[in-house]
Structures are given as C-alpha cells and as structure tokens.
C-alpha cells in the first residue's frame, strides 16, 4: 500500500545467515539482486560503511579521491533508480564509482554538517549531489522527505548492513521488511 506521507516509502532488504549474521559470509548476488529488482524502486540507500565495503570487495576500488574522467550526469528522465549514500561523515571518496555502474540513474550523498566543505567540493566535481541534512550525523527522516520532494523519489529500497537500517527502524522510517535467508551458519 502506497504512502500519501511527504516522504518515501521504505523497504529494507537484508541477507542474513541462519544465525542472524549480515555479515561475514558468501552471498549469491545473482540471487539476491534478482528478487530486489522485483521492488520497483526509484532509489537505492547504503550507508557508508556498506558502500566503502563494497567498493573494496565488490569492484577492487580504493576508497580514495579520484582524479580520473567525471562520470556523466544522468538524464533527468533516466528511468533508473538514482544510488544514494548516508555519508555523515564524509567517510565515501570514490563515491562516483558507484555512478558509472549501469544499474543506476546518479548518486546523491546524503551529509551532515560536519562533512567538510572540501569532501563536499569534491562530490560536486564529481557530478554526486550532496544534501547536507543534519549537524553531527543525517537526519534520515528530513533526508528522506527531501528526497521525495526534490528527486520525485517514491519508494526506496534501503541496501545496507544493521547500522542503517537499525536507525531506521528505531525511527520508525521503515514501511516494509524483507529477509532473504541464506542456508549458512557464520558462528
């Protein structure tokens, strides 16, 4: 059922192991992304540590500053959902990476205050929009309700590990919950 609420509606979608674990253990991405492509979403949330992670894991990438070609902007009528990164910290350098993989239609870093101007800088040369919503960390219902109204951004799925979607759980942000469960024990 459809929010009529000023922000997105939220789905969180996590692998976890048998034993509770979203972390530590292979994951069948054929698999994973397949019933995620399901959701028709029009973004897709991570949070820092998820994208620094997968950065390094998933694509080899050092999460350093790129000088390399700026990737392109996206068209406004890209119908591919746009990648958004909870950064309030400034902790994702290569977050344009992101942006040049043919799954998405653009990145948005959502930043806290105490991002420096610099970091914020660089995301603009980057073509990474950047809402600073917050001071020590991001407003996560604030961000959502701006990403609703000035990306048009209707429903999200939330790509994360515990810590993003833990706050937003706590703060009642989330409209739907769906596990994959993996027939593995981490320990």
């Given at each position: 059922?459809?929010?009529?609420?000023?922000?997105?509606?939220?789905?969180?979608?996590?692998?976890?192991?048998?034993?509770?674990?979203?972390?530590?253990?292979?994951?069948?991405?054929?698999?994973?992304?397949?019933?995620?492509?399901?959701?028709?979403?029009?973004?897709?949330?991570?949070?820092?540590?998820?994208?620094?992670?997968?950065?390094?894991?998933?694509?080899?990438?050092?999460?350093?500053?790129?000088?390399?070609?700026?990737?392109?902007?996206?068209?406004?009528?890209?119908?591919?959902?746009?990648?958004?990164?909870?950064?309030?910290?400034?902790?994702?350098?290569?977050?344009?990476?992101?942006?040049?993989?043919?799954?998405?239609?653009?990145?948005?870093?959502?930043?806290?205050?105490?991002?420096?101007?610099?970091?914020?800088?660089?995301?603009?040369?980057?073509?990474?929009?950047?809402?600073?919503?917050?001071?020590?960390?991001?407003?996560?219902?604030?961000?959502?309700?701006?990403?609703?109204t000035d990306y048009g951004v209707r429903r999200i799925r939330v790509d994360s590990g515990g810590r993003l979607n833990g706050a937003l759980l706590r703060a009642?942000?989330?409209?739907?919950?769906?596990?994959?469960?993996?027939?593995?024990?981490?320990?």
């Amino acid at each position: 059922m459809e929010k009529t609420d000023p922000r997105p509606y939220v789905i969180t979608y996590l692998a976890t192991s048998l034993d509770g674990r979203l972390d530590g253990s292979p994951i069948d991405i054929e698999r994973y992304y397949g019933i995620a492509a399901r959701f028709e979403v029009d973004a897709i949330l991570s949070g820092s540590e998820t994208a620094v992670v997968a950065l390094d894991r998933c694509s080899g990438v050092e999460n350093t500053y790129n000088a390399g070609p700026v990737p392109e902007r996206a068209l406004p009528n890209d119908p591919r959902p746009l990648f958004v990164i909870v950064d309030g910290r400034g902790r994702v350098r290569s977050g344009s990476t992101f942006q040049q993989l043919p799954f998405w239609g653009g990145g948005r870093a959502l930043l806290s205050e105490a991002v420096p101007e610099a970091h914020r800088a660089y995301l603009a040369s980057r073509n990474v929009d950047s809402l600073v919503i917050g001071e020590g960390r991001v407003d996560l219902d604030r961000a959502l309700s701006r990403l609703r109204t000035d990306y048009g951004v209707r429903r999200i799925r939330v790509d994360s590990g515990g810590r993003l979607n833990g706050a937003l759980l706590r703060a009642d942000l989330v409209d739907e919950v769906h596990l994959l469960i993996c027939p593995w024990l981490v320990g």
